[in-house]
């Protein structure tokens, strides 16, 4: 959920600052297009790792996991007095689908995001997507790893690996961000200062990243722990011969859970100040961010031009993300596959 009204510099029409969507004008020009070569490479990279990597019974699950992340970034949490969080998404896109596609999924989000709800500027999308996507499921995914050697070798291992791995991604994330303030700040903020507030904050966030995250990879092993790539290693004792479900059925029940997310329970979402907004306002910064170029767009702020009801506006503007977010996603990695089939047939 979004917080409306003046930020930055007091004028209504500016785009809100949440999380680590980063407006334009937070980094120098040269770090935003340095950012973006490497996002786009590495985006790139993932586009073209999804056509092998994904079997066709699977690909429908980076559509959902599109979508699902997409609602669950609609859900700021409570972490401290004043302060809210939501999930970034990235260790849990990337245990669930591998890392690859994990930083293609939550990409595609955070672009949707810029595009068509004015969330996170254009012109930091490069550094918006390497801090929300990539270093998050990367990252994530290397943590997991590491603990999974240091938890039982089981599914209530891999539950645990995932909470404790996806938690530390908030803060590599946040870690990230202050690295490329210190080589492209717009304000006369010291690095140690942004450092140590992004961190503090973060760190709590990601404590809600961590009890997330570990509650859908729960959800997903005990319907299908087959889709699991972070379980992939598990024999079926060592999951307890968990029960499965159809996986028509499992991509309609997490669609439906999405969109139920997306259209009521964001209603509900706390509406304090986000992680970089709380960082920004505190450090005297966020008056350098920029209007966003979309500002006035049908989705703007996660509200439905056109509809005087506030609820109403929000539920559509989510479930139109919902929509859209699973449709890219579902799409572009259905047209790699089939890419791929065609090259090597």
Known sequence: MRTYGAVCSGREDLAVIVALHAPDGFLEPSVAALTGVIAALIVGRAVHASGTELGDRRIPLAGVSAAFIFAAQMLNFPVASGTTGHLLGGALAAILLGPWVGALVVAIVVIVQA??????GLTALGYNTINMAIVPAFGGWALFRGFRRLLPNNGTGVVGASALAAGASVVLAA????IEWLFGATAPVPFDTVFGAMVGVHVLIGIGEGLITGAVVGAVIAARPDLVVGAADLAPNELRHRP????????????????FLATVVSQFAASAPDGLERVADDLGFADTADEHTFGDGLFADYATRGLDNESLSLAVAGGAGVAVTL????GLVSAQRRIRGSATS
């Open 115 to 120: 595009l068509v709800f004015a969330d996170g």
């Open 175 to 178: 870690m990230m961000f202050s």
């Open 244 to 259: 499965n479900v159809g996986t028509r059925t499992f991509v309609l029940a997490s669609l439906l859970v999405a969109v």
């Open 327 to 330: 449709f890219v996603g579902w």
